[in-house]
């Protein structure tokens, strides 16, 4: 079993910055890819970013050139910088880990943009 805790979170103006952060702990060998995934009310799980062990990265095209994925394989931690925030990034953003084809995810942080 993986767990995984966010946090980071909170309100922000839009046009400001957040960074998220997600620690995973437990049995976390094997884990071959970590992300961010987000949620907004009335809306379905969709996918912010994602990065493999070896730190190849992938984008939802909605928040290329905006936020950065980065990992420390050493200290088990994916982050998640969010720069030139809009009021659509609100959202509940989990954390995920892919293990051995099993999927593992966190409680979830809020991140609100004002407008």
């Known amino acids: 079993q993986v767990q995984l805790v966010e946090s980071g979170g909170g309100l922000v103006q839009a046009g400001g910055s957040l960074r998220l952060s997600c620690a995973a702990s437990?049995?976390?060998?094997?884990?071959?890819?970590m992300g961010w995934y987000r949620q907004a009310p009335g809306k379905q799980r969709e996918l912010v970013a994602t990065?493999?062990?070896?730190?190849?990265?992938n984008y939802a095209d909605s928040v290329k050139g905006r936020f950065t994925i980065g990992k420390d394989n050493a200290k088990n931690t994916v982050g998640l910088q969010m720069n030139s925030l809009k009021p659509e990034d609100t959202a509940v953003y989990h954390c995920?880990?892919?293990?051995?084809?099993?999927?593992?995810w966190g409680q979830g942080t809020q991140v609100t943009v004002s407008s």
């Open positions: 995920n880990a892919q293990q051995l084809g099993n999927d593992y």
């Open positions: 437990g049995t976390i060998f094997g884990i071959n890819a």
């Open positions: 990065i493999t062990r070896s730190g190849r990265t």
